[in-house]
């Protein structure tokens, strides 16, 4: 499988943004996906996973009630819609994907490229 994360881009606090993740391969139902972030000079973070059902939605604690993760199975795509951004949402953004389940990077077996979303104050 392969990923490719898209919808970066650089907004003000307050703003919003939706990250898309599209997937090639005709598995993408069977995996679970999850969107981690990295920030300079930090680990990368588990920031959101959904099952592939679609149902049991996971956040960090940071984005909760802020961030809303969606999949579209019949189009390969993980969204992340990201509102009420804040600066220190600025990151790279990685979408991934596991055939198992986990909210930390070693549980995920396939990474798409990152995509830049910068927030400023």
């Known amino acids: 499988v392969q990923l490719q994360a898209f919808g970066g881009g650089l907004v003000q606090a307050g703003d919003s943004l939706r990250l898309s993740c599209a997937a090639s391969?005709?598995?993408?139902?069977?995996?679970?996906m999850g969107w981690f972030r990295q920030a300079p000079g930090k680990e990368r973070e588990f920031v959101s996973a959904?099952?592939?059902?679609?149902?049991?939605?996971y956040y960090a604690n940071s984005v909760k009630g802020r961030f809303t993760i969606s999949r579209d199975n019949a189009k390969n795509t993980v969204y992340l819609r990201m509102n009420s951004l804040k600066p220190e949402d600025t990151a790279v953004y990685y979408c991934?994907?596991?055939?198992?389940?986990?909210?930390?990077?070693?549980?995920?077996?396939?990474w798409g490229q990152g995509t830049q979303v910068t927030v400023s104050s």
């Open positions: 959904i099952p592939w059902s679609g149902g049991g939605t």
């Open positions: 391969g005709r598995t993408f139902s069977r995996y679970a």
């Open positions: 991934a994907g596991t055939t198992g389940w986990g909210t930390t990077p070693d549980a995920y077996e396939f």
